[in-house]
């Protein structure tokens, strides 16, 4: 299963874009990308998936080159309220598996 | 909305004792999970369970674990005799199926402290 590499922490102000990226080297055809959000103390939370090109969804877009070796999460004009931890999410269609990178604490500030 | 829940949210429990995390995931949803996240570490990979079997698992997933969906609603997560390495949160999950939707639900987590 794909490894994912990102960024361990990134910090941002209120009302700036943040790009997160994260690194697939041994992505395979089967695998679709996807985000999580993550609060203390809770569960992970979709935020978007793509397999490549450009999604965009009501809070953020994915960008996947034509490669898929790597994705950036874009958060448009972040807020206090988006400090947690992202989290890159490689799935495997045929088996069902996630494996989960090691996240990105991003922290806010005013 | 509709939501996956677990129970208990916290569970204490000896050390070589056995423990059932219960979870019971969106009704028409196809595909579960399992997942545990020791404290201040990454979420991590346990099972995932598809058409009343395992379809996967991670190393972490040994002989001690096992899970089961009893009654078309439930949906459970076993350790059969608890090490202290075992305290983490575990989440469960789970996925509609169909085409090209992978997005996963979690739960809000149990809480399992071994001591």
């Known amino acids: 299963l794909a490894k994912t590499t990102q960024p361990i922490s990134m910090d941002s102000y209120e009302g700036q874009e943040v790009n997160i990226t994260c690194s697939h080297n041994?992505?395979?055809?089967?695998?679709?990308i996807t985000w999580y959000q993550q609060f203390p103390s809770q569960g992970p939370r979709f935020i978007i998936q793509?397999?490549?090109t450009k999604v965009t969804n009501e809070v953020a877009s994915l960008f996947i080159p034509a490669d898929r070796k790597s994705s950036t999460l874009s958060l448009p004009r972040v807020s206090l309220s988006d400090t947690a931890v992202y989290y890159c999410?490689?799935?495997?269609?045929?088996?069902?598996?996630?494996?989960f990178g090691d996240g990105t604490t991003l922290t806010v500030k005013p | 909305e509709p939501e996956v829940t677990q129970t208990p949210s916290h569970q204490v429990t000896q050390m070589g004792q056995e423990v059932i995390l219960r979870c019971v995931p969106i009704?028409?949803?196809?595909?579960f999970y399992w997942y545990r996240q020791i404290l201040g570490q990454k979420v991590e990979f346990l099972v995932s369970?598809?058409?009343?079997?395992?379809?996967?698992k991670s190393e972490i997933f040994d002989d001690q674990f096992s899970v089961e969906r009893p009654d078309g609603s439930n949906f459970t997560l076993k350790i059969r005799s608890t090490k202290l390495e075992d305290s983490a949160m575990y989440f469960c999950?789970?996925?509609?199926?169909?085409?090209?939707?992978?997005?996963?639900?979690f739960g809000p987590g149990t809480r399992l402290t071994v001591t």
């Open positions: 999950a789970s996925t509609p199926g169909g085409q090209f939707s992978y997005e996963q639900y």
């Open positions: 041994n992505i395979a055809t089967n695998d679709y």
């Open positions: 793509g397999y490549k």
């Open positions: 999410l490689v799935f495997n269609t045929n088996a069902g598996k996630s494996t």
């Open positions: 009704s028409n949803h196809l595909y």
């Open positions: 369970f598809y058409n009343n079997e395992i379809s996967e």
